[in-house]
């Protein structure tokens, strides 16, 4: 199976999940944030564990050269955001979102944070046997969770993707990621309204900007998987000026402003982790400030 099948499998599933919940949560958001929150707490944690093991790829590790730079320098940026998104909007989603309905709840968070050591020990306990088949292995973990079908072909397959592969995968995986936080922001409306807390009302804008920040990662891994040919290795004659350019152009695209995207410095919602890439170039970006 080409890894773009595998990818376009886990959309699939990963819309069926959303229509699952949506379906069996009916009425009840509370809950279906919760069962996002779930999922979102371990693929935060798994994404940052994935791309800091990708850092020390044997391609980007041995490889050298501008765009080659340009790509590491990505990758480590967007695992640094990555772990950002694990530690602070996690915690702030859980204890903001349900600071105010102690209780009953209480059973369900220990089961979120159950599930995210379990994971992220055996991940950590694998034979070490090179960055793909830890890739592989927690691969087949996310499979196991949205498409329980394909897990045999993740398996057999994987752990021949070379970087390329990875980068289309982690493309894939951050469109999931979007999508979970778009649903998120769907359902956080109502949670808002009916608490007399304001940490639901203020966790609105975040969530925004982490659904942002993750579509960008999307379109840049798509982007960065262009840079290398089947082979896992890098296109002959690529150039980091154009690389920027065009890295610079996705983030506007995605997080811009809209009535500041013609500006010579474009304004935008985050700098989708890459912010000090962007500076290390000297190309300017300008980051609206966060809201009080
Ligand atoms: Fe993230
Ligand atoms: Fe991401």
């Known amino acids: 199976m080409a890894i773009e099948e595998i990818?376009?499998?886990?959309?699939?599933?990963?819309n069926a999940v959303r229509a699952k919940y949506q379906?069996?949560?009916a009425g009840d958001p509370d809950a279906e944030l919760l069962a996002w929150l779930q999922i979102a707490v371990q693929r935060e944690a798994m994404v940052c564990y994935l791309y800091n093991e990708a850092t020390r790829n044997k391609r980007l590790a041995e490889s050298e050269g501008e765009v080659v730079e340009v790509t590491r320098d990505a990758l480590t940026l967007i695992w640094q955001q990555e772990q950002s998104h694990a530690a602070e909007l996690a915690a702030r989603l859980i204890d903001g979102v349900f600071m105010d309905r102690k209780g009953s709840l209480d059973a369900a968070f220990l089961k979120i944070r159950?599930?995210?050591d379990a994971t992220m020990l055996d991940l950590l306990t694998q034979d070490r046997g090179g960055v793909l088949s830890v890739f592989a292995k927690a691969a087949t973990w996310v499979a196991a969770k949205f498409a329980p079908n394909i897990v045999p072909?993740?398996?057999t397959e994987l752990p021949r993707?070379?970087?390329?592969?990875?980068?289309?995968?982690a493309r894939a995986l951050e469109q999931t990621a979007r999508d979970s936080y778009a649903r998120i922001?769907?359902?956080l409306p109502a949670i808002v309204l009916k608490s007399s807390s304001l940490q639901p009302q203020g966790l609105l804008k975040p969530i925004r900007n982490t659904e942002l920040d993750e579509l960008f990662h999307q379109r840049v891994f798509g982007e960065m998987a262009s840079w290398l040919d089947s082979d896992g290795a890098f296109v002959a004659g690529l150039e980091a000026k154009t690389c920027l350019r065009k890295l610079r152009e996705i983030l506007v695209t995605t997080t811009g402003i809209q009535q500041y995207r013609g500006r010579a410095v474009p304004m935008v919602y985050t700098d989708g982790g890459l912010g000090?890439?962007?500076?290390?170039?000297n190309i300017k970006?300008?980051?609206?400030?966060a809201a009080a």
């Open 161 to 169: 993707a070379n970087l390329r592969g990875f980068f289309v995968l």
């Open 114 to 116: 159950g599930t995210l």
């Open 276 to 281: 000090d890439l962007f500076a290390k170039h």
């Open 285 to 289: 970006i300008e980051v609206e400030r």
């Open 23 to 25: 379906a069996d949560y």
């Open 185 to 187: 922001g769907q359902i």
């Open 153 to 155: 072909a993740f398996a």
């Open 7 to 14: 990818c376009e499998k886990i959309i699939d599933e990963t």
